[in-house]
Each structure stands twice: as C-alpha cells, then as structure tokens.
C-alpha cells in the first residue's frame, strides 16, 4: 500500500523557523511535492524534489532522502500568513498518480 | 489565480441524484486531474486525463465518472450520491502530466442532504 505520514499540528512563534516532516512509504518513486492549503482555499505548489538533497526557495526549503524515505519543508523568518495546512505528496510509478499526506496545521502565534 | 477554472463553487443536491463539476484547465496545459478533499479523509486523488484520455486512476468509485473533451475541459460526473460524498472537488492541470507542478483551481464545494 501507499503512506504518508507528517504530525498533524505545529505552532510556532513570529519570525522563527520550524521544520515540518515528511515520512513515505510508496510503490513507486517519482518525486515529491509539497503545497501549502490555507483553509478552505485550493492547495499552492510550494517546491519539488527528486534528487536527494536540499532545495531552497526564498524562505522555503526542501529536503529530500530517497533511501530513508524522508522529506522535510524549513520554514524561516515565519509570518503570520505562514499559517496553514502543509501537504506532502508523492508522485508514484505505477497504478496510482499521486498520493498526498494528510496535512501539517501550522499556527504561527504573534 | 491559478488560471484553472472550476463550476460551480458550490452545489447542494439530495441523496440518490446526480451532478456534474466542470473544470477548464489553464491555457497550454493538457493534462488534467480530479482530487477529492474531505475532512477525514485528506485529499484523495481520483483521476489524470491527458489530451483527452485516461492516463493514471485512483480511488475513484465506480459511482463516478470523468471525460475530458476536445476544447481539455474536463467534466467529473457524480451518480447516486451518498452523505459521504460531500466533499470538496479540487481540478488541478499540468503541461503534459509529467513531473512538472500541478496548478489547483478553487474547488467545488458538494453538500449532499
């Protein structure tokens, strides 16, 4: 079967940095995305990673392991409008398309 | 705005019947596919469509349905509903359903009474 695990809550603090996790267990491997969802809005591409190793993007970076099957989405100097779900998802191979993760809340407090 | 658009924002229906949520992808992206959200249940991918055909499925039911068209719009047809189906129905469209990002549009709120 396919996998996904990431916590379900986070809160942190104005201006800091948090770092939300990202553990899978897929079929197949094709890459792996991560999105932020505010709520009730459609999910926003955030980054990508296939290769292993980190990818930053202004304030956001992604890490990605293939062999331990492990990502993770840094956050820095956190902003009020940081606030919001974080999906992880995986592209896989074969049968199924993508598989997501069932989100990070994020709460970023004053 | 992510260029995907998506009718109608939101839809209440009745048990038993059946809707239709339409989806026109942005402008140069042939791929489309169907997502559904729930509370319980996270966002769930339903269906790809490349160019007008089924490229990758997954935990569609066999209630419901999706074709894409010539022009790449992309209609997903919901038959005998049920409470459970009450969700929100994301599109998303890619350039070619490779490993590029996919763009989300706002979504269809279904309520099911």
């Known amino acids: 079967g396919q996998n996904i695990d990431q916590p379900t809550e986070m809160t942190a603090t104005e201006g800091a940095i948090v770092q939300i996790n990202c553990t899978y267990q897929?079929?197949?491997?094709?890459?792996l995305f991560w999105y932020q969802q505010h709520a009730g809005e459609a999910p926003t591409f955030l980054s990508y990673n296939v290769l292993d190793g980190l990818e930053e993007k202004g304030r956001f970076s992604s890490f990605l392991s293939r062999s331990k099957g492990y990502s993770y989405l840094l956050l820095k100097e956190l902003q009020m409008k940081d606030s919001a779900s974080y999906l992880c998802?995986?592209?896989?191979?074969?049968?199924?398309?993508?598989?997501f993760g069932p989100g990070t809340r994020l709460s970023v407090l004053p | 705005d992510s260029g995907v658009t998506q009718t109608p924002k939101h839809l209440i229906t009745a048990t038993g019947q059946r809707v239709t949520l339409r989806c026109s992808p942005r402008s140069g992206d042939l791929s489309v596919y169907w997502y559904q959200q729930s509370l319980d249940q996270g966002l769930q991918f339903l269906i790809q469509?490349?160019?007008?055909?089924?490229?990758a499925k997954g935990n569609i039911l066999e209630r419901f349905s999706a074709q894409q068209f010539p022009d790449l719009h992309s209609e997903l047809n919901l038959s005998s509903l049920e409470l459970g189906d009450s969700a929100l129905y994301f599109c998303?469209?890619?350039?070619?359903?490779?490993?590029?990002?996919?763009?989300f549009g706002p979504g269809t709120r279904l309520l099911v009474l």
């Open positions: 998303a469209s890619s350039i070619s359903g490779g490993k590029e990002t996919q763009y």
């Open positions: 469509y490349y160019n007008g055909e089924e490229r």
């Open positions: 998802a995986v592209r896989v191979d074969y049968g199924q398309n993508f598989v």
């Open positions: 897929t079929s197949g491997f094709n890459g």
